[in-house]
């Protein structure tokens, strides 16, 4: 049977959850309870809560949608899963056939992949192609079905679907015409439909949770699979009405309706649940159980809870606040994402202070992409216990980092900057045996013995440049090793030895050339095409080469490991033909940029995460950041050949309502305060920006109720004076910050001096031009160095990734004193070009 729960908090539907389980009678403890979710926050929020509720909480699977059904399809014997038709297969398959294909109907295709960059334009292109092909099989399986048929369905671009179906056709003939996932789903339908009983094969019950939009197929499964077992549905509505006919303006205009009547925000952010609650109207449901709960309850709400309120009546109320400003709705415009975090670290600190009862765990903040946060999360909540969800391996793990900035510096020039930053990571220079000590000799020999980029000679012929070895990590490595060995002046064998190398620096140089070893065998090696099998092979060894295995990196280890391994086993197989460096590692990069782990969700900390779908998780406390203009929602884009675009229907995923309905759902997620930030001031001339139009549609709301002066405008610095004055309405709660403000406030201050102290008075009887020089260019800096021996940066600025071609001013008149003093000319030259200080075509 199906039974539907309906309610406008989470905590309702939760409630709700553990009476059905709770009614369970002599349960088999070794039947697992199943539960249909969408994220894995959503897995952690029902773990906890039911582990609460009950003494023993055990054997419970946790699953989505797809992975469900194909277990319910094991158990009936269907067989002939739709593991072939995956996204990821597709795509190398798709680049496979495109290698090949011919005629007229493909002469769109041929003309976009041929040319310069082929190789990259058609996995590009298989990548897209298979994606929209992962779509067509659940969204539009009629089409499909036609292609299969040699019949076409698009009226507007029939060009692209001619090529697609016989791509499709192609592809289906590969793989051996198996079940695709919209037939595999189809015949699960069918099977579900039947009066057989499967008494014992099925869970006896299901309960699904968070879902509030789905392919019309999957609720088609899960109707049929009620005939079978329970299915309990638990969906949070923002109302309490039927209100999928509360259409946005633009749409009641085509269809007439001026009538005006409903909710603004159900209108322009619930399409979704418009679509979904349509959808529902289909199903035949056994029985509903409603929960809703009025946030206002009679007494005198505040803003938030009227707007919840009224969310839940479906029309906004005529309730008129009294004051222009509420608490419980806070809009901040701040002038950069790091302005963001210190605002709302102090609001963070004022509710602490405010509420003794407040704890971090009820606090949340979100963003729609965490990750552009997350390097200044740790810098400013240092001293406040968090954790950050929702990021993607190639940044919280160090090896898949490490790894990733070693395949950008292989298909790159190989310049110094960039080489020795991969050096310098803790994953990797002990592994050549190098102490931290030895890094800034490491930069200091590079520099000096005049390395800028380039493996060798024979690289930068590779590359369509001259075949000159000046300059190169090759020519540089032969100079350091050759003035360890020996101690002259004089070129041996053309190579000029460095003359700064001591004995006791054996093993960092020894380091540093096994290193550089390393990377040139690399670049011959990616220089050349291989297919996955064996790209991965060569990766594994690479791997072994620059990382030290060990407790502190086994994790992230095994982690970069299962990536690579799946080039080889899960698609080595698929695709036979060989394929770039650039193919594979933007490939690389994909597959560590597309998982997200969830694993700093709620750990008891203050969580940060990432705004993504289905995840209406109820806090005190629910703060958003970065909802500028042009970042959320945002856009649908469509390549042109995807055919999705031709026609919406219901159920169809939209990038841009996922993102109106996840506002909506943080809305009724908040129970005491709802935080919005935004960059809403310009950084450089200080002019006004506009918010996120969700966040616009929020405010105009906001008026109707008379509070006009919801967004707050934070000054540039944290140490401005409206910090600390009353008027002002601001405030902080940062010490430091308030004393310099205090500093600055002072009426009467003395001029200070930027330097305290003696040093020894000398009168040197010779000046060279270099120190003077050096003296009038940077008066503070000479004096810091060269009087006070203090060097507070390493003096690598100066040196650019490229060979010198025009000296400046002091350089000229050096290398002009060395050839002047010299009595040798051109050795002396010769001596000057080995060493990289000659300019670069200078006669």
């Known amino acids: 049977m199906f039974y539907l729960h309906l309610s406008n908090k989470t905590e309702n539907l939760l409630r709700q959850l553990t009476e059905v389980l709770s009614l369970v009678e002599n349960r088999d403890p070794f039947q697992p309870e199943f539960f249909l979710i969408q994220s894995q926050g959503m897995e952690r929020m029902l773990s906890q809560s039911l582990s609460q509720r009950f003494v023993s909480w055990c054997n419970y699977e946790y699953m989505l949608p797809t992975r469900f059904f194909a277990l319910v399809a094991d158990r009936l014997g269907l067989e002939g899963g739709p593991e072939k038709y995956a996204r990821e297969k597709l795509c ?386 032969d100079r350091l090793l050759m003035g360890y060995a020996i101690t002259t002046d004089e070129s041996v064998c053309g190579v000029l030895p460095y003359g700064d190398i001591e004995g006791g620096m054996a093993a960092p140089l020894g380091g540093l050339s096994y290193f550089c070893e390393i990377l040139e065998r690399a670049e011959r090696d990616f220089a050349k095409n291989h297919s996955l099998l064996q790209w991965s092979e060569i990766f594994f060894n690479y791997i072994d080469k620059l990382f030290v295995t060990g407790s502190e990196t086994a994790d992230n280890l095994v982690e970069l490991y299962k990536i690579i391994a799946d080039i080889g086993q899960e698609y080595g197989e698929l695709h036979t033909a060989a394929v770039s460096f650039d193919v594979i590692s933007a490939w690389v990069k994909a597959a560590t940029s597309e998982k997200k782990s969830s694993s700093g969700f709620l750990r008891g900390q ?97 008026q109707l109720y008379g509070c006009k002066n919801l967004t707050e405008e934070h000054p540039l610095h944290g140490f401005s004076s409206k910090y600390y004055t009353k008027q002002s309405g601001l405030f902080s709660y940062n010490a430091e910050l308030a004393g310099v403000a205090a500093g600055i406030l002072e009426s009467s201050r003395e001029e200070y001096p930027w330097w305290y102290g003696s040093v020894p008075q000398e009168d040197p009887a010779r000046v060279t031009i270099e120190e003077l020089f050096s003296f009038y260019s940077h008066p503070q800096k000479y004096f810091v160095r060269k009087i006070l021996g203090v060097y507070l940066d390493s003096g690598t600025d100066d040196y650019g990734e490229h060979e010198p071609f025009v000296l400046d001013s002091l350089q000229s008149y050096l290398i002009d004193q060395h050839l002047v003093q010299s009595t040798d000319t051109t050795h002396q030259l010769q001596k000057m070009q080995l060493s990289g200080q000659w300019p670069l075509g200078a006669p």
């Open 92 to 477: 190398w398959r798709l680049e496979e056939i495109l290698r090949t294909v011919s005629g007229e109907e493909f002469s769109a295709l041929q003309s976009y992949v041929g040319g310069e960059g082929s190789d990259m334009k058609r996995y590009q292109l298989a990548v897209q192609l298979a994606y929209v092909f992962d779509q067509y099989q659940i969204m539009r399986l009629a089409m499909v079905d036609g292609w299969e048929q040699n019949r076409l369905s698009s009226r507007n671009n029939r060009s692209a679907e001619i090529y697609q179906m016989k791509l499709w056709n192609r592809l289906r003939a590969d793989i051996g015409h198996s079940r695709h996932r919209g037939v595999f789903l189809r015949d699960l339908l069918m099977l579900l439909r039947k009066s057989k009983s499967f008494e014992g094969l099925l869970p006896k019950r299901l309960s699904v949770f968070g879902l509030h939009s789905m392919p019309p197929v999957f609720l088609e499964c899960l109707q049929a699979l009620s005939a079978h077992c329970d299915v309990h549905f638990y969906l949070l509505s923002p109302c309490q009405n039927y209100w999928a006919d509360q259409l946005t303006e633009k749409s009641a205009l085509k269809q007439g309706d001026s009538s005006g009547v409903g909710h603004p925000l159900l209108k322009s952010l619930g399409q979704q649940g418009r679509e979904f609650q349509n959808m529902l109207l289909d199903v035949n449901i056994s029985e509903e159980f409603k929960s809703f709960e009025d946030p206002a309850n009679g007494n005198d709400p505040d803003l938030l809870q009227q707007i919840q309120s009224d969310l839940l009546r479906g029309e906004p109320g005529s309730h008129y606040l009294t004051a222009e400003t509420d608490e419980s709705l806070t809009i901040v415009s701040a002038h950069s994402p790091h302005r963001e975090l210190m605002i709302l670290r102090d609001r963070i600190l004022y509710w602490l202070d405010r509420d003794a009862t407040l704890e971090l765990k009820d606090i949340v903040v979100m963003a729609p992409e965490i990750q552009s946060y997350s390097a200044l999360i740790p810098a400013l909540f240092h001293d406040i216990p968090h954790s950050i969800a929702d990021r993607n391996p190639a940044f919280s793990n160090s090896c898949i980092t490490a790894f990733l900035q070693f395949l950008q510096v292989c298909g790159g020039r190989f310049g110094w900057a960039e080489v020795l930053d991969l050096l310098e990571r803790e994953e990797i220079y002990p592994r050549f045996e190098i102490a931290e000590s030895d890094l800034a000799q490491i930069r200091h020999w590079v520099l000096s013995s005049g390395i800028r980029w380039g493996v060798s000679a024979e690289h930068k012929q590779a590359m369509g440049l001259p075949g000159r070895s000046e300059c190169t990590w090759r020519s540089g490595l």
């Open 606 to 702: 203050l969580t940060f995460c990432s705004m993504l779908p289905m995840r209406s998780i109820p806090f005190k406390k629910v703060c958003l950041l970065g909802l500028n203009d042009t970042v959320f929602p945002k856009n649908d884009v469509h390549p042109p050949f995807d055919l999705l675009g031709d026609q919406f229907l219901e159920g169809d995923r939209s990038r841009r309502s996922d993102d109106r309905y996840q506002f909506l759902e943080a809305i009724l997620s908040a129970r005491e305060n709802l935080y919005i930030s935004y960059v809403g001031q310009s950084i450089r001339n200080n002019d006004t920006l506009p918010p996120s139009v969700v966040v616009s549609e929020l405010i105009e709301l906001c």
